[in-house]
């Protein structure tokens, strides 16, 4: 997604600069061309020897470096985006008001890219009326705002004024300017997760899906353009990405609902979510005391998701399924596309190492209905996600 993006990075006098280090790490890791420009102050927080050998060019820092003017208009020219990070108070306040006292004001002036803003700044000069002012002016001119967070900050107080996280800005950058369009107008569904079937108002039936390959193939799809609708049984994974719609979900009854709404009008449906396959019959209302020394529950087998929406689908539309087996395992996954009239499956066998439940990598065969199959070898989650979406990409509409 970054490969071959030219990314200008500003960076102004305070603590947060630490950050932009690992950030300019993670941009060239990922392919990007990354040049740093920085104000008199920042040299005091980062290093200019670091910053260079990292993104692999000279630091500009003065307006005239030794006897050479440096050309701050063509530096907003190459750069696809410019983000300015951290954004201190005072360069905050210089550029709501066009003053133009060093080099990265006078790139930030003749920028004719998109400039992105990470402010960073102690709690009550980011409550300060003025800089309020200052910054809605700066949005009103145009400029992107990564929103500061709350946490500890370099005054030891704790409030509102931290610069978001090297990961969320790299994350950012991506979101808005760099989705490709391959799937641009499309609308994408993913299920992801376990499901919980609830016994009485504290137990529950779930199962050791963590959702990382679901919220891994969620993403892989919107970064490719489409809109996409993530409905997730309980877990702990979050998304950085804002344009993604997430519907939280408790039961397969809950989740069966929210896939049969979504998947109308949906070109793309994945469904990697761990349904549970069984629910109590009658879920207590109260708590259940330990009475008895055996107990048994009865339970009834859940709606299947995947064979509904392969009733359902109509021409167009790609169905993706899952099937985890640890025996026969080609046949039961192709039993399943078969029976769920599904146009594609993807397998996970439990006996592949540092596969599946909880672990960040995977590795996958992908049947299509075609008789076509590919084997994706062990990589993380992410690569697995990426090859994924390529292959869904490549059968669909055709
Ligand atoms: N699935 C679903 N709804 C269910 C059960 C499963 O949508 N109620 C989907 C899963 O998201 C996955 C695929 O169906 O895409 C898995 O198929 P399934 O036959 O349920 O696999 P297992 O539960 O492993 O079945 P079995 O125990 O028979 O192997």
């Known amino acids: ?43 005091e927080f980062a290093s200019p020897v670091v910053l260079s050998t990292l993104s692999k060019n000279t630091v500009i820092h003065d307006l005239v470096e030794g006897d050479a003017w440096s050309n701050h208009v063509m530096l907003g020219r190459w750069a696809d985006v410019m983000l300015i990070a951290p954004l201190s108070c005072n360069t905050l306040a210089k550029m709501a008001n066009g003053l133009c006292d060093n080099v990265l004001l006078a790139v930030y002036l003749s920028a004719t890219c998109p400039v ?29 705002l990564i929103e500061v967070g709350k946490g500890e900050l370099a005054s030891g107080l704790f409030g509102d004024g931290r610069m ?25 569904m993913v299920t992801a997760g376990p499901t919980y079937e609830a016994i009485d108002p504290v137990r529950f039936i779930g199962n050791h899906s963590s959702g990382k390959m679901g919220f891994a193939i969620a993403e892989e799809l919107y970064l490719r353009g489409a809109d996409v609708t993530l409905i997730t049984g309980p877990t702990s994974q979050q998304t950085n990405y804002k344009g993604i719609t997430i519907k939280p979900v408790v039961s397969a009854d809950d989740m069966y609902n929210a896939a049969v709404a979504a998947f109308d009008g949906a070109a793309i449906a994945v469904m990697s979510a761990a349904v549970a396959d069984y629910k109590p019959v009658l879920a207590s209302q109260e708590k259940i005391k330990k009475k008895q020394d055996e107990w048994s529950i009865e339970l009834v087998k859940n709606k299947d998701i995947l064979h509904q ?38 397998l996970n066998s439990l006996n592949d190492k540092d596969a599946g439940f909880g672990v960040d990598t995977n590795t996958v065969t992908i049947f299509h209905q075609s008789g076509e199959e590919m084997k994706v070898a062990l990589k993380s989650k992410k690569e697995v996600a990426t090859d994924i979406v390529s292959f869904i990409i490549k059968h669909l509409h055709v």
């Not at 803003?117 to 980011?126: C, F, G, K, L, R």
């Not at 539309?317 to 046949?331: D, H, P, R």
Request: proline share 3%; hydrophobic share 40%; charged share 25%.
């Open 1 to 43: 997604m970054l490969k071959g993006k030219k990314i200008l990075i500003g960076i102004t006098g305070s603590i947060a600069a630490y950050k932009t280090i690992t950030l300019v790490r993670l941009l060239i890791k990922a392919g990007a061309e990354v040049k740093v420009v920085m104000t008199p102050a920042a040299r």
């Open 116 to 144: 992105v803003i990470a402010p960073a700044m102690d709690e009550d000069m980011w409550h300060h009326p003025s800089t309020k002012r200052n910054l809605v002016q700066l949005v009103k001119d145009g400029n992107h």
């Open 164 to 188: 978001a996280e090297p990961e969320e800005i790299g994350q950012y950058l991506i979101e808005n300017f760099f989705r490709t369009d391959e799937l641009k107008g499309q609308k994408a």
């Open 309 to 346: 929406l392969g009733q359902q689908k109509k021409k167009g539309q790609f169905l993706l399924g899952f099937a985890l087996e640890t025996n026969n395992e080609k046949e039961n996954a192709l039993s399943k596309l078969k029976a769920k009239n599904a146009d594609g499956i993807v």
